[in-house]
């Protein structure tokens, strides 16, 4: 699965839900988040020793895991990274994951670590967060590993999560990853779970929270995860209680924009150049997504052409993706608002 979804909209708090769920049920599980220009290889290593290490622990599954190691350490110097203790105690084993090539040596490693944890009788579950910024490459050879698995029937199973953009660069990296996958969006909470998100922690704490405060919270958050954990933090510190009401949500709503616009938003914002504020600007003058880049270009009196580098830097800093039709949107929910109240 690829968890699909816009900045603050809770897809890392269920990345590490359905690994509690995975550790819960015995399976061996890696957690990792892809950082900008990090490479796969280097972000995998240590959680796949630590895989296979667990599994050669295993006498069912040793034989497979020393194998396993001798793969990991050609995979360690075939891409220049720093080995820990346990690889050199095993004989390298030529021409086992020692391409240098993450689309050949990916797959070699992970059906080995697939087929020890067969024959331990217990699965591993890759969690890897954030993958829009894995690259091409890389994003690639995860596919053809995981495709690989697939066909032999193996007990390993990737769940990334990422902003929308990555179904497509999927697709494109591999014709068929759309096959291999599901995209589950992960949007804003419906108003009934938007309101458990804010009333059960209050009731935990012994305190009320009336339908209309609750009601307001969740409408004008539009169940937004981020939004509405703002506004409830801003709300239990100024309301005097035991139970909130409409005006204590009400006299908190400014405080709350106000705590968003420093931190949540303005820290996107930052991130840009004055030519790329200049660019989300007009985005925003143009109202709400998606926004055609024709218009965009109009509104700023460029040509689309010119804006081509800005686009490829803002869409690279996780800031706008382009949907499918060839539009822009943002990928942080209300920014658009936000633009606007920075007039
Ligand atoms: N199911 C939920 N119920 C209540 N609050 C939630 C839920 N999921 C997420 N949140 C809250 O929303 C905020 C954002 O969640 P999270 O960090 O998981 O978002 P994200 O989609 O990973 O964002 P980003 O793309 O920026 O990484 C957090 O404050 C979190 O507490
Ligand atoms: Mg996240």
């Not at 697709?171 to 804010?198: H, M, N, T, W």
């Not at 985005?283 to 800005?310: C, F, K, N, T, V």
Request: glycine letters at 10%; a negative charge.
């Amino acid at each position: 699965m690829l968890l699909l979804g816009l900045r603050g909209t809770g897809k890392t708090v269920l990345l590490n839900e359905i690994g509690r769920n995975a550790e819960r049920d015995g399976f061996l599980v890696s957690r990792v988040e892809s950082p900008e220009g990090e490479s796969l290889a280097r972000l995998l290593y240590p959680e796949m020793r630590r895989a296979i290490r667990s599994l050669s622990g295993v006498e069912a599954a040793k034989q497979i895991a020393i194998r396993g190691l001798k793969a990991l350490r050609n995979f360690a110097s075939a891409f220049k990274i720093e080995m820990g203790g346990v690889e050199i105690s095993v004989e390298p084993e030529p021409g086992l994951a020692d391409t240098g090539d993450l689309q050949y040596d990916l797959p070699e490693l992970f059906i080995l670590i697939g087929r020890a944890a067969q024959a331990a009788g217990r699965g591993w579950v890759l969690l890897i967060d954030e993958v829009q910024y894995l690259s091409e490459a890389d994003l690639s050879a995860l596919i053809v590993a995981m495709h690989r698995i697939a066909q032999e029937g193996l007990p390993v199973i990737l769940i990334g999560a990422g902003l929308p953009q990555i179904a497509r660069l999927a697709g494109e990296a591999k014709s068929y990853a759309e096959r291999l996958f599901l995209y589950p969006p992960v949007g804003p909470l419906d108003q009934a779970s938007a309101r458990q998100a804010i009333e059960k922690p209050i009731v935990d704490e012994d305190a009320q929270i009336t339908p209309e405060a609750l009601d307001l919270i969740a409408e004008r958050t539009k169940g937004y995860p981020f939004f509405l954990q703002e506004w409830a933090f801003v709300v239990w510190n100024n309301a005097e209680g035991p139970t909130i009401t409409i005006a204590d949500a009400d006299n908190s709503y400014a405080e709350t924009l106000a705590l968003l616009d420093e931190g949540f938003f303005k820290v996107r914002i930052d991130r840009l150049t004055r030519a790329e504020v200049q660019f989300v600007k007009a985005m925003a003058g143009l109202g709400d997504g998606p926004y055609a880049m024709a218009d965009i270009a109009q509104a700023m009196g460029r040509s689309q052409g010119s804006l081509g580098p800005a686009r490829a830097s803002i869409i690279s800093k996780g800031m706008i993706y382009s949907t499918d039709h060839g539009y822009l949107d943002f990928s942080v929910p209300l920014f658009a608002e936000f633009m606007r109240r920075q007039g």
